[in-house]
């Protein structure tokens, strides 16, 4: 089993920079794929971006070049830096994770076990 707990989520103008991080406690944690979803108020939730234990990378069209996804497993955590924001970046942004390789496209939601809380991100213009 993996706990994941997501930290570093504000208000933020935009243009503005964040990271979020994802901190994960349980076993295995090396073997899974990881994932960053968001929903936005109203919305459907996206999958965002993820990557696996050999660190291949998948993004959201809506954020490739602005967001990049990694992770450093020594300290079982999971990041996301979240740059050029704008508001419709706004929503809650949860981390998940999946045992063994992750989709050849961007995360789906539904194919992930373990989930966080979600995190706020606010951009205002």
């Known amino acids: 089993q993996v706990q994941l707990v997501e930290l570093g989520g504000g208000s933020v103008q935009t243009g503005g920079s964040l990271r979020l991080s994802c901190v994960a406690s349980?076993?295995?944690?090396?073997?899974?794929?990881m994932a960053w979803f968001r929903q936005a108020p109203g919305k459907e939730r996206e999958g965002v971006a993820s990557?696996?234990?050999?660190?291949?990378?998948r993004y959201a069209d809506s954020v490739k070049g602005r967001f990049t996804v990694s992770r450093d497993n020594a300290k079982n955590t999971l990041y996301l830096q979240m740059n050029s924001l704008q508001p419709e970046d706004t929503a809650v942004y949860s981390c998940?994770?999946?045992?063994?390789?992750?989709?050849?496209?961007?995360?789906?939601?539904?194919?992930?076990?373990?989930w966080g809380q979600g995190t706020q991100v606010t951009v205002s213009s």
């Open positions: 998940a994770a999946e045992l063994g390789y992750c989709s050849g496209g961007p995360p789906v939601f539904g194919w992930f076990k373990y």
């Open positions: 349980g076993d295995k944690y090396h073997r899974y794929c």
């Open positions: 990557i696996d234990r050999y660190d291949t990378t």
